[in-house]
């Protein structure tokens, strides 16, 4: 069984900066496909950022040049920094793995952006 534990999400003013941490409980590699995704009350979930598994980076065209994924792999530990965070951002944060074939989701850390 594999856990991803996010955190980092608060209350941040319009322009603001958060980093979103997200610890996983097992070893993962360059080559495992991981993911933020986020959603907002009456909308689908939507991914924002992600690791393709061969390590390619891709972005949610809304979030392009100012949200950045990383991982460090020796802390089992995936980030995203989020910069310029507009209201239309706020969400429920969640990170994904795919590990041996299934996908682990986090329970989710909320991001509010509001004046």
């Known amino acids: 069984q594999v856990t991803l534990v996010e955190s980092g999400g608060g209350l941040v003013q319009p322009g603001g900066s958060l980093r979103l941490s997200c610890v996983v409980s097992?070893?993962?590699?360059?080559?495992?496909?991981m993911g933020w995704y986020r959603q907002a009350p009456g909308k689908e979930r939507e991914q924002v950022a992600g690791?393709?598994?061969?390590?390619?980076?891709r972005y949610l065209h809304s979030v392009e040049g100012r949200f950045t994924i990383s991982r460090d792999n020796a802390l089992n530990t995936m980030y995203l920094q989020m910069d310029s965070l507009k209201p239309e951002d706020s969400a429920m944060y969640y990170c994904?793995?795919?590990?041996?074939?299934?996908?682990?989701w986090g329970k989710g850390t909320l991001v509010t952006v509001s004046s």
């Open positions: 097992r070893s993962f590699s360059s080559n495992d496909a």
């Open positions: 994904k793995a795919l590990m041996n074939g299934m996908d682990y």
């Open positions: 690791f393709s598994s061969g390590g390619g980076i």
